[in-house]
């Protein structure tokens, strides 16, 4: 069997077949070994994958028909528990951690089907743009070895563009599924802020963040989607809302109105990239589209917003490594006291952007800033939010591109933090404004790197946005693979 | 007018609990600083009388009922402490008092 075969192809190949999910396991297994160069994952345990994938081949041929993922190989962003398996979200602080439980989106995925084979590398506590912060070194692209895979789920979009598994998960928080994938060529959604439990995944920005699924093709993350989505009771976020439907060969484009912020593309855009999407729209247009301009005015400051918003989060949520319950502990002199182990522990265990964020996060929220950074924030997020309510009255869908260059090379950025801030102009409204977003392959640079668009709706109106780009996605035909 | 001194980044690494190196000291102040005038840019946006948005998500959620439950066992919680006390079922962190 095809370590690229469609999720599709291969679930049917699974369910009607004999042996069929462990044939796909092992499948999945050597590619990674195949793949080992692009440093994509971080550990792996093929026993239990083998063992899970051996027990859905025990079941009956109706048995696995009821799974939507039977037998299916998924990796997983290492930010997401495993029950007694390593979860590092790409930290040194969390080199050695055993998480005692698993996620919601695990349970969900075995109960689906899925076979777990690995856990991918990403930026440390999903906070970069280009896995380069990764305390256990940068994943490469697949379709150029001196170009990031974007970040911060690198790791997710490099395997599954690389075609070792069909699906992987990530999580995004400020695009952190949406711009890998246009960087390494395949499908990647953020669904609704609610729509996803968040119970098990190592927390960055909490009301931003979101998990979600790289695929190759929109039907194939829809039904990902589909399986994890859904309330919990371990995640007081979490939201019922009406299920989300996977698109029939029956998505069209008649109609549908998409919006286009032409005066947010109109600079800071790699001239190929803004080509592309505009081709992308009159494909769109020509399908039965109707393009209309609307305006997000405060889109523009959305990256200001988003970096105080996310980083006072952070400083937050990163509080509890305190070398105690668990994590890095540094190695202290006999008459250290607490605070001293505090300090130690956490200036070892943390790198650099790690502690950049933590600082910026610690001084907007401190007495005296609070005002004129955090709550000016809050109060510029509101604006975003009803920019995209105003615009939604009139369209269906936003579309733009997922990033403003294709995949920039390996320390190229590295050492312009706000740089590579700016890799997210495209993606950190959509968190702002908890919306489900969508990026999806749109063409070829002329360095013959991918580019990606991206499709943003309404809350909790993920069937409408996953017809739209499937709609898409059939009249553009079959993406292009990375040579191997 | 600059956001940082050199005393002020100190202070605000000991809210945080990291303890800056000498050379990453300047470093970090010096990237906060750029970040910081680039997120000046935010003062130029009128916000009178918008209210913030702490979370997307506008709806009441309903309470819970306040049972008792199953939570994570002892053994667990201290199965991945760097230092504890597993026969007492108690983390062990250096003195917080002087000595």
């Not at chain 1, 299920?243 to 912020?261: N, T």
């Not at chain 1, 400051?301 to 996310?310: D, G, K």
């Not at chain 1, 969508?438 to 409408?464: K, N, V, W």
Request: glycine residues 8%; aromatic residues 6%; proline residues 6%.
């Amino acid at each position: 069997m095809s370590t690229t075969a469609s999720l599709e192809t291969l679930r049917a190949t699974v369910v009607e077949g004999t042996g069929e999910a462990v044939r796909a396991c092992d499948a999945a297994l050597a590619a990674l070994d195949r793949l080992a160069s692009l440093n994509a994952v971080i550990s792996r345990d093929d026993e239990r994958a083998r063992r899970d994938a051996a027990a859905i081949d025990a079941m009956t041929p109706e048995a696995r028909a009821a799974l939507p993922l039977a037998g299916v190989p998924v990796a997983l962003k290492d930010n997401l528990c495993v029950q007694g398996g390593q979860t590092t979200a790409g930290s040194r602080m969390l080199a050695d951690f055993v998480a005692p439980y698993d996620a919601t989106v695990v349970t969900r995925l075995r109960a689906a089907g899925a076979v777990i084979v690995a856990k991918t590398n990403c930026d440390e506590f999903a906070m970069g743009s280009s896995n380069e912060s990764s305390a256990f070194g940068p994943v490469l692209n697949p379709w150029a070895s001196d170009r990031t895979p974007g970040g911060s789920s690198g790791g997710s979009a490099a395997v599954v563009a690389a075609g070792a598994v069909p699906i992987a998960l990530g999580s995004d928080t400020g695009g952190s599924i949406r711009q890998p994938a246009a960087l390494c060529g395949v499908v990647g959604l953020k669904p609704t802020y609610g729509r996803v439990s968040r119970y098990g995944l190592i927390a960055y920005g909490s009301s931003l963040d979101q998990i979600g699924p790289f695929a190759h093709t929109v039907r194939d993350a829809a039904i990902t989607v589909s399986a994890i989505a859904g309330v919990d009771a371990a995640d007081a976020t979490s939201v019922e809302a009406s299920p989300i439907a996977v698109p029939g060969a029956d998505a069209s484009l008649d109609g549908i109105r998409i919006g286009v912020p032409r005066a947010l593309l109109a600079e800071g855009v790699q001239p190929e990239v803004a080509g592309a999407v505009e081709r992308a729209l009159a494909l769109c247009a020509e399908r039965g589209a109707v393009l209309v301009d609307v305006e997000l005015p405060h889109t523009r400051y959305a990256v200001p917003t988003y970096y105080l918003v996310a980083t006072a989060e952070a400083s937050a949520n990163l509080a509890r490594y305190d070398g105690v319950r668990y994590g890095h502990r540094a190695t202290l002199e006999r008459d250290a006291d607490l605070t001293a182990m505090y300090e130690t522990s956490r200036s070892e265990g943390f790198g650099a952007e790690v502690q950049r964020r933590i600082l910026l996060g610690t001084y907007v929220l401190s007495a005296g800033y609070y005002d004129a950074y955090y709550r000016k924030a809050q109060q510029v997020r509101t604006l975003i939010r009803r920019d995209y309510s105003t615009a939604f009255a009139k369209v269906d869908a936003v579309a733009m591109p997922t990033s403003p260059t294709t995949a920039f090379r390996l320390g190229e950025r590295v050492d312009d933090p706000l740089q590579m801030y700016l890799a997210d102009v495209f993606t950190v409204s959509a968190n702002l404004a908890g919306l489900p977003a969508i990026s999806l392959p749109c063409g070829l640079d002329g360095d013959g790197l991918p580019i990606g668009l991206q499709f943003t709706g309404p809350a909790f109106e993920e069937s409408r946005l996953l017809s739209i780009a499937a709609a898409y996605e059939d009249a553009r035909g079959p993406a292009p693979r990375p040579v191997s | 007018m600059p956001h940082f001194t050199a005393s002020q980044i100190d202070a605000v690494a000991a809210l945080a609990h990291l303890r800056l190196q000498p050379g990453q000291r300047e470093r970090l102040a010096a990237d906060l600083e750029r970040i910081l005038d680039y997120i000046d840019q935010l003062r130029d946006v009128n916000t009178d009388g918008v209210p913030a948005t702490a979370h997307v998500d506008d709806e009441a959620r309903p309470w819970r009922a306040d049972d008792v439950r199953p939570s994570l066992g002892i053994d667990d919680a201290l199965a991945n402490a760097p230092d504890a006390d597993r026969a007492a079922g108690t983390f062990r962190v250096p003195r917080v008092v002087g000595g």
